[in-house]
């Protein structure tokens, strides 16, 4: 299924044509295009950070300067001096950029819970600036970036900024990542019907398999193929071990906006 076939997107409003890959007020300082998505889910606990790191493994893969950027991690505990958050040391083991944590991951907040409580916890606002600032030096180091949201696409950061709102900000095309359980469509057609009507491009979607036992997973896979107005860009199964490397030879990504091709 195509970016290009409106009348398959249920109900929802015609998609834009696809944006730049960085935000209007960042080209016209002079930064160059280069590939970059914002990665969603259908919820929490779904597979984001496993298939944004699947992303960067093939990126790295075709030669390519890569680097996460997972702008909000909540449920960091102290290492070495340094919080730490599983998710975002995963997104920075798969891309070949190192750059400082509070780069990659502007706010870290301790507790394992929804943004705006764990920023609350610790009297901490979160705000656009920091993250856009942050996400403009990643521009600068990198030739390709993978933003990981958090949560669904509409999870709260404050009470005026939420995760879509982030997306808008970046401008990005949208990489859905569909947990493959009981209710996955409804949730999936959700989620896509926000993505469009904030005027931004829903590039793809993953299937993740989190729930092994699923009955009809392959018949709701079939159900979003014929529903969801993007391509779909892979089924992952459930992994004894989630590697971003094993993930990633379940992904074909060259539809994707700006997918660079391979280098010799």
């Avoid at 597979?47 to 990126?59: D, E, P, R």
């Avoid at 975002?88 to 190192?98: I, K, Q, S």
């Avoid at 071990?241 to 700006?258: F, I, Q, R, V, W």
């Amino acid at each position: 299924m195509s970016l290009n076939e409106p009348e398959q997107s249920v109900g929802m409003a015609e998609p834009a044509a696809v944006p730049l890959t960085i935000p209007a007020a960042l080209a016209a300082e002079g930064v160059p295009t280069r590939f970059a998505c914002f990665v969603t889910g259908t919820d929490t606990e779904i597979g984001k950070t496993l298939i944004s790191s699947a992303i960067l493994h093939k990126l790295v893969r075709q030669g390519v300067r890569a680097c996460g950027m997972k702008p909000i991690a909540a449920g960091a505990e102290e290492r070495d001096g340094e919080l730490h958050n599983d998710d975002a040391a995963m997104l920075r083991a798969a891309g070949n950029v190192l750059l400082p944590q509070s780069i990659t991951t502007p706010y870290m907040l301790r507790e394992p819970c929804a943004p705006h409580i764990a920023a609350a916890l610790e009297g901490v606002t979160i705000e656009p600036v920091p993250i856009l600032t942050a996400y403009a030096e990643i521009l600068g180091a990198s030739d390709a970036t993978v933003v990981e949201g958090v949560g669904g696409f509409c999870v709260p950061f404050s009470e005026d900024f939420d995760s879509a709102d982030l997306a808008v900000q970046l401008g990005l095309p949208v990489v859905l990542v569909v947990g493959m359980r009981l209710g996955c469509i409804n949730h999936a057609l959700l989620t896509a019907e926000a993505i469009i009507a904030r005027g931004l491009v829903l590039a793809g979607w993953v299937a993740n398999q989190v729930d092994p036992d699923m009955r009809f997973a392959i018949d709701n896979v079939a159900e979003l193929e014929r529903r969801l107005p993007a391509p779909l860009l892979g089924r992952v199964p459930r992994l004894d071990e989630p590697t971003a490397a094993k993930a990633s030879t379940y992904l074909e990504l060259a539809s994707l906006p700006g997918w660079p091709a391979k280098r010799a």
